[in-house]
């Protein structure tokens, strides 16, 4: 049985401007051990999705519908109290632009303690000492550098000790929500090594929020591709980038310069992200869809499977659209 | 290319408009900024009327006019709806100068006190070093002056002082603060990028101050302006009621000054009353236009509002 | 590629220092005397697209700002056309600002907020004096299609809060080329977009070449970037030139170990087991002196500690115009790489 099962969840936001469509009837599940990738232009809903799933949305954020199905319970029926027990003991999150949240007055292994004291009242101040320098090894930062104050660390270091904080509890599931982004090149490259291993290592599961479809390619199994509040296409990794069915998908992977292989003409996607107060009727990509046709405009995408593992929502895939 | 001329184009002239509609539509959502600005509107139509009584009948001059048949204070009635002073002269016609007096007072000490703190900031943030420190030095030395003092001072000295030398003095002792909020401001925008740019394209010092510097800091500027007013109409109250106001116009603090100085002021509550509540009022009336405003100028809710 | 045969140089650096020297914790104490850039030269040709790559806190940026004159170098010089940029002057210097313009790294905050579209990318040909009113709407309208923002009429009342990252960075390279300018400076353009909006303004970036035959610095953190659109690439490190040469020389065969580290660590769609890993980079860093010896000796795996620890590596030529500053960038160490 999987870990983690979504079934048709939407989300919002009541705003001045009326209700924002955040996330629209999303359903997934994610097994045990494995990572699932969520790729998608900023202000598509994968923070929102993420922060959904840890019950952590603003107060103007609801659920409007849907389950979300953890170890067979249903986290949306659960009492505050145990969720914040189902948070960072079973599900914890590394969250955007978290390694600037570090309070900069006190000490970072302190900071960590502090939050193993928190979420786990069986263990006492020497002990959670002690969980921190195991941790801290475990992530890479060197003994002599536990002490430090947050600002005497590199990106990097904060970053690894964010790790550090989501791996305290040993927890079954992690969403690290683009944990990489505004790091360099050779840092990213060695925090994402490390996420791999440590997943590995302890067989968690893992949702990996990305903009940068290049990341999420390197680490996880399967990928969720997102477009204005809507999964549109999911499949295994392999599957996803040698053989991407929706015409979104491949316009992104059209977008990315890479290093290897024949250096083609960039082909950026036209246009803008769609506004999700009102967003557009029928196939919400068929503004700045290469292959829309008059349908599009007017029905309901449907999910076609184009092998076992691998399905999109398109009107007209199947029959090879965005031609 | 020719095609393109005749084409006709969107171009607004004054495209700020639309920010102002935007900011308005935040500020009507505050009750606080409702209320004040109710209050304004009302003390502004008294401003206006205060004009109506002397044409009436001449013994509604507010300073001359005498009620023939009475010779001491009296209260309310159909003939002076407020009562009279001590004099006989109409309490109503009365407070309703003293309005005009005070939103002149208030109004003009206030903005010239912004101007001049403004443009002091901005110079002295902007061009840093030594016009910084001896600008700033000038303004911690301005700020640790009593002004209620000084223009006592000055009163003692000169004798009385008309109503333009007050509003004067309030000016030059009340831009500090200003230009301290303004120059922080200032430093702050200095190295942003798009000062910045405008270097790169070939801008001018003077340039780059009254073209991005100022519209980025006259909204804060304006929001002190309101608060400013406040502060300048309670001096000229006071120095009205100490006795070293302008003798050829009627204020609420002179209207006070009467009721002390001629032993009235716990036996006729009719003319204590008035000009103390509008003093209240309209000070209470442009902070809370002050703190509407405030929320007007937050990026967050602008942000909210602006976008489509 | 497309290049001219004359390949004239349009910017020279010469043997550019720039210190920063960071405020003391007390009044009076000078701090820590960063070396932003170190003795780099770098010649520009007329036409090309060069780009600059390296890690943050490498020293882009400054190199950058230096160009377009927001910074003084302590040693060096910097030529535009030949023409020493130190002294420039009155009408001179309004001149050079003419030509040279810089698109900034981050959109949100490199344009003015009280302005509206129209009054920011008219901004500089008011700056200049050019044109009258009309001409300036017309060429405004003209810049603003050719960077995708059109139909201009849509844009030119808005603020820079209306618009999204994209569009605010559109404005801003509008702002730059209106001017028509010879040279652009561009920091990181996309560092602060997705990347299905990058590939916009990278398209827009290659069309204002073509259209404008202007020459552009296309500062980057990212050599697959670098590798879609620029001619040539200078990789430097830490304020020192560590590899030269065109686009292909450095990414299909690099030789210098930090290039090799930056290429082994760029995401590889799912292809990492089938890629070639050069392998390079010590996973923990080694002591080193902060002044001697080569500056990437403390990362360097494949450093040979008697020689690399002391001396520093000069930028020699290995072949046809590629520059490489390691001591074994030609045959590689005794361990072989
Ligand atoms: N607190 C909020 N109130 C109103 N709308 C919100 C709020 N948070 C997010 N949204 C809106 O919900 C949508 C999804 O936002 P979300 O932050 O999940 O996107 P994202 O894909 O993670 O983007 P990014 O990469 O920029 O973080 C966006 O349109 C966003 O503007
Ligand atoms: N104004 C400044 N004051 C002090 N140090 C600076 C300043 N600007 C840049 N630096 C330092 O100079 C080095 C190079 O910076 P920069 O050119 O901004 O790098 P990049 O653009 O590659 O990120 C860094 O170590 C940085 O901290
Ligand atoms: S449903 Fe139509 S518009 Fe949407 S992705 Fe498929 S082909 Fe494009
Ligand atoms: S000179 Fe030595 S330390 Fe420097 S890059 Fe070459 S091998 Fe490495
Ligand atoms: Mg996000
Ligand atoms: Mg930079």
Redesign the interface.
Known sequence: MALLEVLNLSIGYHTQKGYLHAVEDVSFSLEEGKSLGFVGESGCGKTTLGMALMRLLPPNGVIREGRMLFDGGDLLQKSDEEMREIRWQKIAMIFQAAMNALNPVHRVHEQIAEAILTHNASIDKKEAFEQVEELFQLVGIPKDRMRDYPHQYSGGMKQRAIIAMALACKPRLIIADEPTTALDVIVQDQILKEIMNLQKEFGISMIFISHDISIVADVCHDIGIMYAGKLVEHGSREEVFSNPAHPYTKALLSSYPTLTGEKGQLMPIPGETPNLIHPPSGCRFHDRCPGAKAACKTGEAVWVETSPRHKTLCYQCGADCGE | MNLEKSHKRYLKKFPWMDRLRGGWAIYKQNLLGKIGLSLLVMFALMAICSFIPPLIDPMYQPMTGVDPEITKSTGPSLRHWLGTDFMGRDLLSQLLAGTRVAFLVGVSAAFMSIVLGTAIGMVAGYMGRFVDTFLMRLADMIMVMPTMLVVLMLAALFGQLTIWTIVLIIALFRWPGVSRVIRAQTLSLKHRPFIEAARVAGASHTRIIFRHIMPNVLPLSFLYMTFRVTSAIIIEAALAFLGFGDPSTVSWGMMLQWVWKTGHMFKAPYWLLPPGICISLITLAFYMLGRAMDEVLDPRLRKEAGTE | MKMNNDRETIIELEHIVKKYTSRGFFFGTRGNEIIALNKISIKILKGEIFGLVG??GSGKTTAGRLI???EKPEEGRIYLNGREMAGLKGKA??N???K???I???PY????????V?DTIS??LV??KIGNTEDR??AV??TMKSVGLSPP?DF????P??L????RQRV?IA?AMV?NPDFVVADEPTSML???????I??ILIEMREKFQVTLLFIT?????A??LCDRIAVIYKGNMMELGSADQV?QKPRHPYTK????????????GK?KHYNT?LPVEREASEHEGCPFFARCRVANKAKCSLERPLLKETDDSHWVACFYAENGTEKGF
Do not use: C, T
């Open positions: 890690e943050s377009v004159r927001l210097l309004k050079f600002h003419r040279v313009q810089m900034f790294q981050d905050q490199s344009l003015n907020p009280q302005l509206s129209f901004e500089p700056i200049h709407e017309d309208w003209q009429d030119v009342n808005r603020y809060h209306q999204s990252g994209g569009q801003a702002r001017l997705d990347a299905s909006i990058s590939a916009q990278f398209n953190h990212s050599l697959s970037a590798r879609y990414i580290a930056l290429i082994d660590a760029l995401p590889k769609f799912g292809l990492s890629v980079l």
